[in-house]
């Protein structure tokens, strides 16, 4: 039986947070329903160690099927992890690709190293599949978290703005998303020219070349780390003020990586010419009740860890 969801984590020297990662999908006690596979960039620290931990003996570039069929496969405990590489690669993106083309779930996700997917997350996407099977693209929402895993704010799951969408924004939060095998090979994958709008891209992609709009389900799905060492997204830079304080702020937001996403963004409206929202369809489009549950969900659990509030 092929699983219901393939996870990949892109890795680079964050080996001192990639266990919790694995852990939060190991947490999910799912069984077979679901692989993980791992794409480390050629770490320098731990974080080879950490993925042979739960590979289990499977060693690298071998696909689990392959290996349990040779004569030299000896263990009895399947291992987590179905397939996993240490190598140089183009990025996270390209990593992303190298890991869903080992891939066999029907779904497909990324999770970030430094991330966790939160308890339950799984089994809420089976019972939305099982409620709308022709759909192929689900949606959960995402806590931010700050370096001791405690919730600075919370997000929900929206629905499908067709409002927002024509004019270059889909309101999905990277791993919070959960789409088929099928939609990322008729797109043509993660584009690897991107390190750091490659989500939104791909989200305008699905809408745009196979008309696909996705189901938001309940409750959450991502626990998205604040933290200094962190390859932050634009639309974390007005909540990292409480994490770096403000002169760090200040100095990321002229770094070259900063200067290089805000071009990237540019790209990509230019690709699909389109404009960034107006405050008017912000205002018009906006998924109302959602954002005051949101609203007080984050007076309810802040400051909580994830793990007591995800149950």
């Given at each position: 039986?092929?699983?219901?969801?393939?996870?990949?984590?892109?890795?680079?020297n964050?080996?001192?947070?990639?266990?919790?990662?694995?852990?939060?999908?190991?947490?999910?006690?799912?069984?077979?329903?679901?692989?993980?596979?791992?794409?480390?960039?050629?770490?320098?620290?731990?974080?080879?160690?950490?993925?042979?931990?739960?590979?289990?003996?499977?060693?690298?570039?071998?696909?689990?099927?392959?290996?349990?069929?040779?004569?030299?496969?000896?263990?009895?405990?399947?291992?987590?992890?179905?397939?996993?590489?240490?190598e140089?690669?183009?990025?996270?993106?390209?990593?992303?690709?190298?890991?869903?083309?080992?891939?066999?779930?029907?779904?497909?996700?990324?999770?970030?190293?430094?991330?966790?997917?939160?308890?339950?997350?799984?089994?809420?996407?089976?019972?939305?599949?099982?409620?709308?099977?022709?759909?192929?693209?689900?949606?959960?929402?995402?806590?931010?978290?700050?370096?001791?895993?405690?919730?600075?704010?919370?997000?929900?799951?929206r629905?499908?703005?067709?409002?927002r969408?024509?004019?270059?924004?889909?309101?999905?939060w990277?791993?919070?998303?959960?789409?088929?095998?099928?939609?990322?090979?008729?797109?043509?994958?993660?584009?690897?020219?991107?390190?750091?709008?490659?989500?939104?891209?791909?989200?305008?992609?699905?809408?745009?070349?196979?008309?696909?709009?996705?189901?938001?389900?309940?409750?959450?799905?991502?626990?998205?780390?604040?933290?200094?060492?962190?390859?932050?997204?634009?639309?974390?830079?007005?909540?990292?003020?409480?994490?770096?304080?403000?002169?760090?702020?200040?100095?990321?937001?002229?770094?070259?990586?900063f200067?290089?996403?805000?071009q990237?963004?540019?790209?990509?409206?230019?690709?699909?010419?389109?404009?960034?929202?107006?405050?008017?369809?912000?205002f018009?489009s906006?998924?109302?009740?959602?954002?005051?549950?949101?609203?007080?969900?984050?007076?309810?659990?802040?400051?909580?860890?994830?793990?007591?509030?995800?149950?």
């Amino acid at each position: 039986m092929l699983p219901l969801l393939s996870i990949v984590i892109a890795n680079y020297n964050y080996g001192r947070f990639l266990e919790e990662a694995i852990q939060s999908v190991l947490l999910q006690n799912m069984g077979n329903q679901i692989e993980l596979i791992i794409c480390d960039a050629a770490s320098t620290d731990n974080s080879v160690d950490v993925i042979k931990k739960y590979a289990n003996g499977l060693p690298p570039n071998v696909s689990y099927s392959d290996w349990t069929s040779s004569s030299t496969q000896n263990s009895k405990t399947p291992p987590l992890i179905t397939w996993w590489c240490s190598e140089k690669d183009g990025g996270q993106s390209d990593a992303f690709n190298k890991g869903f083309s080992h891939a066999k779930g029907r779904f497909l996700t990324w999770l970030n190293a430094d991330d966790v997917m939160l308890p339950g997350t799984i089994e809420r996407l089976k019972k939305a599949a099982e409620k709308y099977p022709e759909c192929e693209w689900f949606v959960g929402g995402v806590l931010w978290l700050d370096k001791s895993m405690r919730v600075l704010k919370c997000g929900r799951g929206r629905r499908f703005s067709e409002m927002r969408y024509r004019e270059g924004n889909v309101s999905v939060w990277g791993p919070s998303s959960f789409f088929t095998k099928r939609m990322i090979g008729a797109v043509g994958g993660v584009d690897a020219r991107y390190h750091y709008t490659m989500d939104t891209e791909l989200w305008l992609r699905f809408a745009s070349k196979l008309g696909v709009r996705y189901r938001p389900f309940a409750n959450y799905a991502w626990g998205l780390r604040m933290h200094e060492d962190a390859k932050m997204s634009g639309h974390n830079f007005s909540r990292q003020a409480e994490v770096l304080g403000k002169s760090e702020l200040d100095k990321l937001r002229s770094s070259p990586h900063f200067a290089q996403m805000k071009q990237e963004e540019m790209w990509m409206w230019e690709w699909f010419d389109r404009r960034p929202n107006t405050m008017i369809t912000r205002f018009l489009s906006a998924s109302y009740l959602q954002v005051v549950l949101a609203w007080l969900d984050t007076m309810r659990f802040k400051g909580k860890h994830y793990l007591e509030i995800c149950k």
